[in-house]
Each structure stands twice: as structure tokens, then as C-alpha cells.
């Protein structure tokens, strides 16, 4: 199947769901729980009530000492709301979404007044009420999404999935077939296609090199550059064209290392870089189309072996790039900011309590929107990354090593931290449910939609239990 949403973003607002209440500390707000996901969001709601004034009772004739304590007080708590002011900025709300639709029958103005400054941000005006609905689009794609991008240009959905299976629901329209790798056997099925999402129309396309957990980003022109994969595709690049009748152009041995669950990003430059995978603590720049990297390219990356757990929990990384040039990197539960000029670490963030965010505990994350502010000079922007979900360090040991198997509930938690400080601290705050495995999508309005995903288990091999079927809206709001 292949389902997406389609959603005007004129000022949208979720009807039918409660804001989370949120409870003030000393490092900004924290969302109360536990939360459910039902038909609207039961929050259990956690209260900080103002100090008793039973200490400070008038005596008949008027106190002068209890007066002076009162106005005290008064003062203390008209600070204290004043403090709460700002402390809710980061009192995003999260939004419910309906699994069988996104349909909102009352309309409204959810959006923020700074919208207007994202980056390449364009508001589109709606020429309905109707805010969006999710559509079965194709019945049978024939492949897996396991990657899946929406192509600029000519409109079209990238979707490729694993070789290793050497099956698929739809077969190439000829030869050549391919040769699978120390067998005599052929492959004659497609395992990726270009998906039209205006006609529907299905076109395969020939994959011969391994793209099982591989890695990529699309170019300045809008390709797709692929990296790694499994077997004899790990250490492949691959480029897709833009055009009507291109298909993959395949390098095999261009990487220096092994690509298998690697996380490839794009630098200032336009150039690609791709850190780690399975076995190979490691990064390297990606050579430019038909060029191979040898062993000498590849950078040692101690990081990925210090956040290694017995099962891993730091595979697929994420790593943003950050206003400054630099790279924010996550790996399990810690945090790094790299120099990839110097190949040094210039800044470790706090570690992110709550368990591991990486593969197979596979949480989410997403670098917010960037807020411009005309004719202001400043020497650093401010960058955000949110983290979502995940679960604890060995649910995939309980899940797919023991027996018999026990899942573990995934983690509720989101956290946000601003990558450009120095003293930066998480701000974490509860989702309406329990979230591995799950998809984060930045929207036009600066929103992020979290969709997809299990609530228990780890990623990996049958080992995922209580898929998440409620679509969670995150509504944006920048620190100032």
C-alpha cells in the first residue's frame, strides 16, 4: 500500500484535543503525565498549587508583621507568574491526530505569529474549510517503502527496498535480470520504483547493488545520492537522475568503509559526509560521482565506539548541520558538536536521560525550523533539534534475545535542545503515547508531524509489538 496525507496549511488547528498542562522548573516547562491516546487525550494533569496561606491569618485587630509577609508573598508569586510567562514558550502542545482522518470541523488560527520568518517559508492559503484527509493512493506499489522520497522536479516518489530477498509484487518489465552474488541465480523482480503522485503510474527501476539500510540525501539538483547498504551494496554510491527515463547509476567500492545503517547528511558546501554503520566507528566525505574513496579518507570517530551498547542503540545516528557549520551528532543518549574541518569535538551536550534513541531502540528527531529576524545582525542563529520516543537501553536483548520475548514500552518523551549554546539543557516534555520506530516530518507551517511507529518491543526482526496508530501534531514555538 501507499498512503499519504493531503493537508492545506492555511493557519490549521487540531479540534477535539486537550493541551497538555505543564509544569514549571527551573530549566522551562515540563509536560505533566501519563497521557493517553484514545478517541482525544486524557491527561493526567499535574498542578503546582501556590505556598498554603494558613501560616499567615489576620489577626482581628490587623497585623502589621503578617501584612508586611503577605505583600511579601504577593510579590514572590506576581514573579513567579511573570517567570511562568516565559517558561511556557516552551509549552508546546501535541495534538492527537484521528487515524481516520485530519479532518477539522471547526477551523481556527493554529499557527504562531513568527511564521512568517522560516526559512523559505510560504504560507498556502486554503480554498476550502478542509483541512485534509488521509488517502489510500495505490492498492499495490509492488514494493516496500522501506526508503521512500519525494522527488523535486518531476513529482514523483523514490521507493526502493532491500535486494537481499530477492522478491518483490512486481516484476521488471525485461531484461537484463539481475545476478544475485555468489549464487547462479537470477532476480527478475523490481525492488524499487517511481511512483507518480498525480497519475499513480508505476515505473521499475533496476537496483544491483545491496540498498538494505542504506543512507542518503538529495544533491543540489535534486538528486538522490544513495550510500551503503548490505553485502556488496555497503560500500556502493548511487545516483538517481531527474528525468523520465533515468535509472540508478550504481559505484561499487567508491566508500572507504562499509555503509550498512549509516546516516549520510548534507554539509554548507553541497557535499555529502556519512557516519557510521554497522561495525565501522568511522565517517567519510563521499567522493564526487565515479571517484572512490581508499582507507585514507576515512576518519576515526571514537564517539560512535564510546555510545556502542552490547546491542548497539547508535546505529543511524543523527546528525544535523548546525547554523554555525558545525555538525550536531546523536548517538544513544549523548550528544556531540563536530568541526568536520579540524575532525575535532568542540562542544558535549548533556546526556538525554530516559534511555537509548538510536537503532534498533530507534526513537526520532528532527533540526526545527530556523527563525530569521530582518535587519537583526547576529553572530550566532539559534538551532533546535528535537528528539522524540525511543525506549530503554535493552529492549531489543528482552525482545529478541529472551525467551520468551518481552517487550518493553517505548518511551513518551520528546526533548529539545538549542544546539548554538554552550550551557544548553534538554527541555523534555510527554507525547500522548508511548513512540519507537516512528516517522517525524517537519511541515510548511514549522509543525512536526510524528506518525507511524510501535508503543512496545524494539526495532528489528519481529520484535516490535502495539503498533501506534494515532498521528501526533507538535506545534512549534521558538525561545524568543
Known sequence: HFIYTKRHFDK??????????????????????????DDGVKASKTVVEAESDDDDNDDDDGDKKSKKKKEKKNQKNKKEKKKSKKDKKYDESFHTLPVESLVNEKGGDGNTDDSSQLVGYNVVTAQTTFKGSWELFVENSGVSAMHVVLLPNINQALIFDATVWKVSKLKLPGPPCRHVEGTNEEDCFAHSILLDVETAHIRPLRLNYDTWCSSGALDINGRLVSTGGYNNGSDTVRILDLCDTCEWQEFPGALGNGRWYATQVTLADGKFIVFGGRDFPTYEFVPPEGQKNTINEVINFPFLKETHDPVENNLYPFVFLSTDGNLFIFANNRSVLLNTQTHTIIHEFPVLPGGARNYPSSGCASL??????????????????????????????????QRPKVFLPGNTDCARIDITKRNGKWKIQNMPSARLLGDMVVLPTGD?????????????WDDARDPNLHPVLYKFQTDG
Request: contains cysteine; hydrophobic residues 40%.
Open 368 to 401: 526545527l525550523p530556523i527563525m530569521l529576524k530582518p535587519n537583526e545582525d547576529r553572530k550566532s542563529i539559534p538551532a533546535e533539534v528535537l528528539v522524540c520516543g525511543g525506549t530503554l537501553h535493552d529492549a531489543y536483548t528482552k525482545a529478541d534475545l
Open 12 to 37: 490549521p488547528e487540531v479540534v477535539g484535543f486537550k493541551d497538555l498542562d505543564y509544569l514549571h522548573g527551573d530549566g522551562g516547562g515540563f509536560l505533566s503525565g501519563p497521557i493517553e491516546a
Open 448 to 460: 512536526v508531524l510524528l506518525v507511524n511507529g510501535a508503543k512496545t518491543g524494539s526495532a528489528g
